[in-house]
């Protein structure tokens, strides 16, 4: 072999005196340096600077809009390596189908519920159909969650899932989970919440027929500073003068929910926002340890629209309509007596409605000790790690399972939850199971020697019905 001295140039005639495997050494050679040149190039600074301005450059789309091709060929970030071990996905590998994009997260309720069904609807249109769910959450969240969901339901979900905040985020953003988008034939087809993603809708949009999916419009979200008083200078003054305050508006779009602060010092304050008018009444009868569901709110009125929504009504137009926000602050002084005041106020304000609380005898579901033996009591300083799959107390009452089981799981049952135990030490305990299946709930609970039983009792009801008017 001839060696090329430092310095030394082959040309001309100079490699046709080298062996053949030699020259076949150098040409590998060269060409691994250009490769390597090339993607330390495609890897530089102006590279990813070039790609960050095609990003920054993506406008929000709409329905009807055509899909930029930029877009088709951007690489997204798998969570977890797909088929081949690919660690990158693009929305043109599924060019040809309809896609479906899922933006969800491990704390969204409905967003878990939709993983099982989409993995159902995946199969069943494998052919015409890729879903792609996307989360903004880190890789550390989402994979254990997924592992975790996986071995609960005994099945693995083929789905690609993409991370982090990508360029999806930008041409298609919003602010409510979970959040879906239809790409078919190169166009933004339809943006849907999740009641709409179903195997009929599916067939339609493949088999091109004209229909028209519901829009998701997402509300503003406007902050609220629940220190202050509501809807006073814009929520922007300070409030610090207020002693009493008793409000009530109509439906304000932008703010929903249920705060109560307990304060010695300063006063009570409850806050209901965009709330039906049963529920406002629940949370004053109830008072501050008493949880009124629905299954415990009993309407004798001729009218019941004002009041309740009906089955099968768009709760959103109702809510518009008929909704309410309602706000009580009183000073300390009168914190004994601030559920009388909020009921004082809802006689006030809707004088055409009587509210009281009385006995009724109705089937319910009474949380009962199977044996003598205490596997409940908690152990000084014992607690336990809390996930969205798994329900536990850290060294808590009893009674916060009862809440949990009214206000959430089993709030759509019939049946209202009591405490039948008697048991009144802080528990320690965890129920790996779906809450809202009462023989999950039970097949966990019996660990601790407990039992949902269904019973016959005479409990408290709300009854809200027509008051006689004074001519």
């Not at 040309?11 to 080298?18: H, Q, T």
């Not at 602010?175 to 339809?190: C, D, E, F, M, T």
């Not at 003068?241 to 249920?258: C, H, N």
Request: aromatic share 10%; charged share 25%; glycine share 6%.
């Amino acid at each position: 072999m001839t060696a090329l001295r430092n310095g030394e140039t082959a040309r001309g005639s100079g490699l046709c005196g080298l062996k053949p495997y030699t020259v076949y050494l150098i040409t590998l050679k060269i060409l691994f340096c250009v490769c390597l040149a090339h993607a330390r190039q495609s890897s530089s600074p102006e590279a990813a600077k070039g790609v960050a301005l095609i990003t920054d450059s993506i406008k929000p789309l709409q329905i009807g809009d055509t899909i930029p091709e930029a877009l088709w060929h951007m690489p997204l970030q798998m969570v977890k390596a797909g088929q081949e071990g690919s660690t990158t996905v693009k929305l043109n590998n599924y060019r040809g189908k309809l896609i479906i994009l899922d933006f969800w997260a491990t704390w969204c309720t409905p967003c878990i519920a939709m993983i099982p069904k989409m993995d159902s609807l995946q199969k069943t249109f494998s052919k015409q159909l890729q879903f792609i769910s996307c989360s903004s959450q880190k890789e550390e969240q989402v994979l254990p969650f997924i592992a975790k969901l996986e071995q609960r339901l005994k099945q693995q979900f083929h789905i690609p899932l993409v991370n982090g905040k990508n360029f999806l985020y930008r041409a298609f953003p919003h602010v409510y989970l979970p959040h879906y988008v239809w790409i078919y034939k190169g166009r933004v087809r339809a943006i849907t919440a999740f009641r709409e993603v179903n195997q009929s809708n599916i067939e339609s949009v493949l088999n091109g027929k004209n229909v028209k999916l519901p829009l998701k419009i997402d509300e503003k979200r406007v902050k609220v500073d629940y220190a202050k008083p509501l809807f006073i200078d814009g929520n922007g003054g300070t409030g610090d003068e207020l002693q009493y305050i008793s409000q009530l508006a109509k439906y304000t779009p932008g703010i929903s929910g249920y705060h109560l602060k307990i304060d010695s010092v300063n006063g009570d304050k409850i806050t209901l926002s965009n709330m039906p008018l049963y529920k406002i009444y629940a949370f004053a009868y109830g008072e501050r340890y008493d949880y009124i569901g629905d299954n415990r709110v009993l309407l004798t009125v001729k009218e019941s629209e004002p009041i309740m929504p009906g089955e099968g009504e768009s709760f959103k137009q109702w809510r518009m309509k008929y909704a309410y926000c309602y706000e009580l602050k009183v000073p300390s002084a009168l914190n004994s007596r601030f559920y009388r005041m909020m009921q004082a106020d809802l006689a006030r304000l809707f004088p055409q409605y009587r509210a009281r609380l009385k006995k009724k005898k109705m089937r319910c579901l009474a949380l009962v000790r199977t044996s003598n033996i205490d596997k409940l009591k908690a152990k000084p300083g014992e607690g336990l790690e809390s996930t969205k799959l798994v329900y536990s107390i850290n060294n808590g009452p009893l009674s916060n399972l009862i809440d949990d089981l009214n206000i959430f799981s089993l709030q759509m049952l019939p049946t209202p939850v009591i405490d039948e135990t008697g048991y009144r030490d802080f528990v320690t305990l965890t129920l790996d199971c779906n809450l809202s299946k009462v023989d999950e709930l039970n097949r966990e609970l019996a660990k601790y020697d407990l039992a949902l039983k269904e019973v016959k009792r005479s409990i408290k009801v709300l009854e809200i019905s027509d008051a006689v008017l004074k001519q």
